[in-house]
C-alpha cells in the first residue's frame, strides 16, 4: 500500500480552544476514507489543515510524501512561504458544501480558470480537458450556462469537475451534500463514487452514513478532536467497538 496521505499527531486550537488534540490518519493511495462525528468534532479543521487552509499548531501532513506548508532542512522545519503553499494546494481537490463557484463566470469558465492561471494550460488544452470533466460529472451541454441557472446538484458537480481540472492527487470533500435538497444528493454522490472507482484518493467529511458504508475502504470516527475509532465500514458503521460511536450513530440514523 502507497500512503498518500500521512498525518502525525496533529493539534490544532482557536484562541485557546483546542479543536485537534493529536489526530493520526493515513489514507493509502486509490481509497476513500470518509470522516464522520458530531458538528464542531474538528472535521472541517482537519481537511483545512490536510490544504493548510489553517496552520496546524503541532504535527505533520505528508500530502504524496511532501510535507504540506513546510520543509525539512537538518531535521528542522520551515515554514514555506505562500507561494509555495500555493503550488502545493494545486495538487489537493477541495470541494466544499458551499460549492463556492465564480458566480460570473459560465460553467466551462470555472473550470478552466485555474488551470490556465496556476498549471499555465493554454486556453485550448484547458478546454479540452474541461469539456471532458464536465461530461463526466453528467453536464455535458450546459458549458455555457451560469452557476445560478444550474440547480444545486448541478452546482456541486461543477464545483467537482473544476477541482479535477487540477489533476490533484487527492480530493477533499467537505459535506458535499449538507447543503443540497434530499433529491439532488444522489446526482452528487453518483459522480463520487464514479471517482472513487476510478481509483482517486478521496477523504470525504459526510453525514451519508450509507455512501460511507458502499463507497468507503475506511471510516474515520472523529470526536471531539480525536480519532476514537477507524476501520472498514462494517467495523466501524455496524459493529462499533466504542460507546461514543455507537452513540453517534444511533442519532444520525
Ligand atoms: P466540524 O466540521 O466537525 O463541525 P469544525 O472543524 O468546523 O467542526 O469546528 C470545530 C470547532 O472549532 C468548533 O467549535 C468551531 O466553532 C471551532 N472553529 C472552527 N474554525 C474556527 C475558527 N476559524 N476560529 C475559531 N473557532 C473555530
Ligand atoms: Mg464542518
Given at each position: 500500500?502507497?500512503?498518500?496521505?500521512q498525518?502525525?499527531?496533529?493539534?490544532k486550537?482557536f484562541?485557546?480552544t483546542?479543536?485537534l488534540r493529536g489526530v493520526d490518519?493515513s489514507v493509502?493511495?486509490?481509497s476513500?476514507?470518509c470522516?464522520?462525528?458530531?458538528?464542531?468534532s474538528?472535521?472541517?479543521t482537519l481537511l483545512?489543515?490536510?490544504n493548510h487552509?489553517?496552520?496546524?499548531?503541532?504535527?505533520?501532513?505528508e500530502?504524496?510524501?511532501?510535507?504540506v506548508?513546510?520543509r525539512?532542512?537538518?531535521?528542522?522545519l520551515y515554514?514555506?512561504?505562500?507561494r509555495a503553499v500555493?503550488a502545493?494546494?494545486?495538487?489537493?481537490?477541495?470541494v466544499?458544501?458551499?460549492?463556492?463557484?465564480f458566480?460570473?463566470l459560465t460553467?466551462?469558465?470555472?473550470?478552466?480558470e485555474?488551470?490556465i492561471?496556476?498549471l499555465?494550460l493554454?486556453r485550448?488544452a484547458?478546454?479540452e480537458?474541461?469539456?471532458?470533466?464536465?461530461?463526466?460529472?453528467g453536464?455535458?451541454g450546459?458549458?455555457d450556462?451560469?452557476?445560478r441557472q444550474?440547480s444545486g446538484?448541478?452546482?456541486?458537480?461543477?464545483?467537482?469537475?473544476?477541482?479535477?481540472?487540477?489533476r490533484?492527487?487527492?480530493?477533499l470533500f467537505?459535506e458535499p451534500?449538507?447543503a443540497?435538497?434530499?433529491?439532488l444528493?444522489?446526482?452528487v454522490?453518483?459522480?463520487?463514487?464514479?471517482?472513487?472507482?476510478?481509483?482517486?484518493?478521496?477523504v470525504?467529511?459526510?453525514h451519508?452514513?450509507g455512501?460511507a458504508r458502499s463507497?468507503?475502504d475506511?471510516?474515520v470516527f472523529?470526536?471531539d478532536?480525536?480519532?476514537?475509532?477507524?476501520?472498514?465500514p462494517e467495523?466501524v458503521?455496524?459493529?462499533?467497538?466504542h460507546a461514543?460511536?455507537?452513540?453517534f450513530?444511533a442519532r444520525?440514523?
Amino acid at each position: 500500500m502507497t500512503v498518500a496521505v500521512q498525518v502525525t499527531d496533529l493539534h490544532k486550537s482557536f484562541g485557546g480552544t483546542p479543536v485537534l488534540r493529536g489526530v493520526d490518519l493515513s489514507v493509502a493511495r486509490g481509497s476513500v476514507t470518509c470522516v464522520i462525528g458530531p458538528s464542531g468534532s474538528g472535521k472541517s479543521t482537519l481537511l483545512r489543515c490536510l490544504n493548510h487552509l489553517e496552520k496546524p499548531d503541532r504535527g505533520e501532513i505528508e500530502v504524496d510524501g511532501v510535507l504540506v506548508g513546510y520543509r525539512r532542512h537538518r531535521g528542522k522545519l520551515y515554514e514555506l512561504k505562500e507561494r509555495a503553499v500555493a503550488a502545493q494546494r494545486a495538487s489537493i481537490g477541495m470541494v466544499f458544501q458551499g460549492f463556492h463557484l465564480f458566480g460570473h463566470l459560465t460553467v466551462l469558465q470555472n473550470v478552466v480558470e485555474a488551470p490556465i492561471g496556476v498549471l499555465g494550460l493554454s486556453r485550448a488544452a484547458a478546454e479540452e480537458s474541461a469539456r471532458a470533466l464536465i461530461a463526466r460529472v453528467g453536464l455535458a451541454g450546459r458549458e455555457d450556462a451560469y452557476p445560478r441557472q444550474l440547480s444545486g446538484g448541478q452546482q456541486q458537480r461543477v464545483a467537482i469537475a473544476r477541482a479535477l481540472a487540477m489533476r490533484p492527487a487527492v480530493m477533499l470533500f467537505d459535506e458535499p451534500t449538507s447543503a443540497l435538497d434530499p433529491e439532488l444528493v444522489g446526482e452528487v454522490l453518483e459522480v463520487m463514487r464514479d471517482l472513487a472507482a476510478d481509483g482517486m484518493t478521496m477523504v470525504v467529511v459526510t453525514h451519508e452514513i450509507g455512501f460511507a458504508r458502499s463507497a468507503a475502504d475506511t471510516v474515520v470516527f472523529l470526536d471531539d478532536g480525536l480519532v476514537v475509532e477507524s476501520g472498514p465500514p462494517e467495523e466501524v458503521l455496524d459493529n462499533p467497538g466504542h460507546a461514543r460511536t455507537r452513540e453517534f450513530l444511533a442519532r444520525v440514523r
